[in-house]
């Protein structure tokens, strides 16, 4: 079976048309020229409200034009902490049964090797996660030990949130 984008300009055509046919004109609702001015100005709104969002935690971390996967699927992480010059990267996979997202993601600094997981359910409630940061450059003011640490926390995607200059 073939894949179609649900976003395309196409595919978003095909489906306006298909539902103006479907809908039957009933006293009171919109006929001929008007009905489908309301469907072009559907349509033009309509790229501005699929275009992926970001992702954010309550912690601060923006994962960049990410989707929670849908049940039982694995999709790449990309993201930041506004403020901080570097790039957060891993994965997050949905479990089969939908009821929980969870991710696993790194990053590196001066300090040290830095790893996040942490697990949420799709619709953002309530999470706990884990932070532990092994130290690869002590003679910097590292902790020679490493260290980790666990937080309750929430995501949910929200809006564009501009990459900071590094």
């Not at 999470?127 to 902790?143: H, I, K, Q, R, S």
């Amino acid at each position: 079976m073939k894949r179609v984008s649900l976003t395309s300009p196409r595919t978003l055509w095909t489906r306006a048309a298909l539902l103006a046919a479907a809908v039957p004109a009933r006293a009171g609702t919109l006929k001929g020229p008007g009905r489908w001015m309301a469907l072009a100005a559907a349509l033009l709104l309509a790229p501005q409200l699929t275009q992926a969002a970001d992702y954010c935690t309550s912690f601060g971390l923006v994962g960049k034009n990410f989707k929670v996967p849908s049940k039982g699927k694995c999709k790449p992480f990309m993201g930041f902490f506004p403020g901080q010059p570097f790039v957060w990267t891993g994965g997050a996979c949905a479990s089969s049964d939908g009821t929980s997202v969870n991710f696993s993601i790194q990053a590196v600094d001066g300090f040290g090797i830095h790893s996040l997981r942490f697990g949420v359910s799709p619709s953002g409630s309530a999470g706990f996660g884990t932070e532990c940061v092994a130290d690869t450059n002590p003679g910097v003011g590292g902790l020679s030990d490493g260290f980790c640490h666990g937080f309750l926390m929430t995501a949910m995607p929200c809006a564009t949130v501009p990459v900071p200059a590094g």
